[in-house]
């Protein structure tokens, strides 16, 4: 595993009218940031988000990022068009504010999942952790992110392991979430 590696996958991808690999790291950011924002809002949902993936980047993307998750892909929720799902509207904004062409953007960002599921395997084949070579090559941030995506046992040894062990800074960003729940909480009771 080597966050050098996921960092020439994402400078590769770039489009050329975003020549700043700083700008692609941060797009990355926001877009790990706005799954687990989604993920939050659905109630912790993993399958609905697995679904919403599926239906704003395609079954491959949701597959590469489905197995960095280890996430289930059975029986997912449908949705009928990619503008039905919470997920992409914040993508579209995601787009605008980075500089990327909708088309550029959505591909730049396929190409991530797939590089992410791909990058971390060690020369051995070996699975390592995602959320690590997220860490030292986007930031810890966007390791934040893509941790809180995980369910179960997965999520609390992600924490640990994040939170606990590499960078007890990134607690901070539990704040963002307690927002989302709160938010939540007022999106359910406005519904009543």
């Not at 489905?66 to 009928?80: D, G, H, K, P, S």
Request: proline content about 1%; overall charge negative; glycine content about 6%.
């Amino acid at each position: 595993m080597s966050d050098a590696s996921l960092l020439a996958e994402i400078e590769f991808a770039l489009p050329s009218t975003v020549l700043n690999v700083d700008v692609g790291t941060a797009a990355i950011s926001d877009l790990l940031r706005a799954l687990h924002e989604v993920m939050t809002k659905s109630g912790r949902d993993q399958a609905n988000l697995m679904a919403q993936v599926q239906t704003v980047f395609g079954s491959t993307a949701m597959h590469h990022l489905a197995l960095v998750l280890e996430a289930e892909t059975e029986n997912l929720t449908t949705y009928r068009l990619a503008n039905d799902c919470p997920l992409y509207s914040k993508v579209e904004a995601i787009c605008r504010e980075r500089g990327f062409t909708k088309d550029a953007g959505f591909q730049f960002f396929k190409h991530f999942f797939k590089a992410l599921d791909e990058e971390r395997k060690d020369s051995d084949g070996n699975i390592e952790s995602a959320t690590t070579l997220t860490y030292w090559s986007l930031g810890g941030e966007a390791a934040y992110h893509l941790g809180g995506l995980y369910t179960g046992d997965l999520l609390d040894v992600v924490s640990t392991a994040l939170c606990g062990y590499l960078d007890s800074r990134l607690n901070r960003f539990q704040k963002l979430v307690e927002m989302w729940k709160m938010e939540l909480a007022w999106d359910k009771e406005d519904a009543e």
